[in-house]
């Protein structure tokens, strides 16, 4: 992050050419409801959080692509999720079927970095009670999403929540194929440990919100976005800083903040000075 390049931009305003343009989803004569206000967490936790969803996202689409490349378009068919787990040598990435009345296991692969190793057979019969309870948490929250939707596919993330013997799950907004970056639509879940109850659900943005990509050749890109569901970024805005490498200026209430990354800073003083 260049704090003088995003404090020249703020005094620039919009109309910089370092500013991508943003669009909604829905149409601008729609109504939107009163923001309803998420759980808040340290900016230290947003950024820690935000990280691992990225590493575990990444592992996940990566583990994808090489299963999809090595099974049949029928075995393809028959797959329902995947649940990763750390291992000695990297994260297991194991894609569970259909089954009755559970789910079973397909197949595993490990991600040694950025590297899928082969796509093997789970060895396995059945899944362990972890791994039910996560399958479970994730019907759980795509069961329980808000009225608020921006894509007919969503995405998934589940990590144990650090702070209670339960789940943290998210539905994500993908990028669409315009390649245009999904600020809003995101919602976050706490899941019981058993995976079968929502204990929270927060909307991480009171709207459908993709923007524009800066111009190719810009510099010192980054976007402008305001927050009004928190006073602070959250994890998904660390998490889409990190996947398309562009920093993030949040405007919440009164305050100003750069994601870089997993970078949080509060830059109101700096802001307020020009």
């Known amino acids: 992050m260049r704090t003088a390049s995003v404090l020249a931009a703020l005094a620039l305003g919009l109309a910089s050419p370092v500013m991508a ?3 909604s989803a829905q149409g601008a004569a729609d109504p939107l409801p009163p923001p309803v206000p998420i759980e808040e967490w340290p900016l230290e936790k947003v950024s ?3 990280l691992e969803m990225y590493k575990l996202d990444t592992a996940a689409w990566r583990a994808t692509d090489a299963l999809v490349a090595s099974i049949s ?7 329902r999720g995947w649940l990763i787990a750390p291992v000695e040598d990297g994260l297991r990435v194991r894609f569970y079927r259909e089954g009755q009345p559970d789910p079973v296991p397909g197949w595993d692969v490990i991600m040694k970095g950025r590297v899928a190793g082969p796509v093997t057979p ?3 019969a059945s899944l362990a ?9 994730l019907a759980t929250a795509r069961a329980n999403i808000g009225r608020l939707r921006c894509s007919a596919r969503l995405n998934t993330v589940i990590m144990d929540d650090p702070d209670s013997d339960g789940w943290l799950v998210w539905l994500l907004t993908p990028t669409p194929d315009s390649g245009a970056i999904p ?3 995101h919602y976050r879940f706490r899941i019981s440990a058993d995976g079968g109850s929502v204990l929270q659900r927060d ?3 009171n709207s459908c919100f993709f923007a524009d990509r800066p111009p190719a050749g810009a510099r010192d890109p980054m976007l402008l976005y305001t927050q009004i569901v928190s006073r602070t970024p959250v994890e998904t805005q660390v998490f889409l800083s990190i996947q398309n490498q562009l920093t993030l200026v949040i405007t919440a209430g009164n305050r100003y903040f750069s994601v870089g990354g997993a970078r949080i800073a509060d830059i109101t003083d700096m802001v307020n000075r020009r």
């Open 21 to 23: 343009q943003s669009a």
């Open 203 to 205: 909307q991480l943005s």
């Open 122 to 124: 789970t060895a396995e």
């Open 73 to 79: 378009q029928d075995e393809a068919r028959t797959i």
């Open 48 to 50: 820690r959080i935000g």
């Open 129 to 137: 009670p972890d791994e039910l309870a996560q399958a479970r948490a």
């Open 183 to 185: 600020l809003g639509g």
